[in-house]
């Protein structure tokens, strides 16, 4: 099967799943910048969030480089990350109209873990069917690695959304930092190919 039609819909539901999380900003009645605190909860909620599936986004395209045949495994697995990603603006909704209160807090690190569980699946379920050359599985370890890390990170999250809610968030900032920039030894290995 062809993998463009695969990387088309999962970047549509990606666009979308960002869309719905703008939408979901209020405006603040009034015109002054205590006003605009009154929302301010929801947009740092709607930026994390934003960056977060933009990351997935991101490596998500790195990941499907690696493809060379899709099969009906590697589509249903997809599907399941798109589904916890789907996630997101409700969690994120949650989050924000709640100023990051300790129990949707720990929902969203939830869905984090669970969409690092689907990411970690999917890149083993590509590995398993995709013949990949030696640069690129090393490449792809290393991302592996990360994506264990991140997991760990965000099941950490929720207990700390209990005793804190922002060091959980901290948690968070800091697997989307690691994850920003996708491995540069990926695009290396493409090259040498």
Request: neutral net charge; proline residues 5%; contains cysteine.
């Amino acid at each position: 099967m062809n993998k463009n039609r695969l990387e088309a819909f999962s970047d549509g539901v990606m666009a979308i799943i960002i869309t719905i999380m703008v939408l979901e900003l209020k405006v603040p009645h009034g015109e002054t910048l205590k006003d605009l605190s009154t929302v301010a909860p929801a947009f740092f909620a709607y930026v994390q969030s934003f960056w977060f599936v933009g990351v997935y986004w991101n490596n998500h395209h790195h990941l499907l480089h690696t493809v060379k045949k899709v099969n009906g495994t590697i589509m249903v697995l997809n599907m399941l990350l798109l589904f916890c990603l789907s996630l997101v603006p409700f969690a994120t909704g949650w989050v924000g109209e709640t100023s990051f209160a300790p129990m949707p807090v720990a929902i969203y690190a939830i869905l984090l873990a669970s969409c690092g569980f689907a990411w970690t699946i999917l890149q083993n379920c590509i590995k398993k069917y995709n013949n990949w050359n030696e640069p690129i599985t090393r490449a792809m370890h290393r991302q592996n690695m990360k994506g264990v890390v991140s997991t760990v990170m965000y099941l950490v999250g929720i207990p700390f959304a209990f005793i804190n809610p922002f060091i959980s968030e901290g948690l968070f900032v800091a697997v989307a930092i690691m994850w920003l920039w996708p491995d540069k030894n990926i695009e290396k290995a493409f090259e040498n190919e």
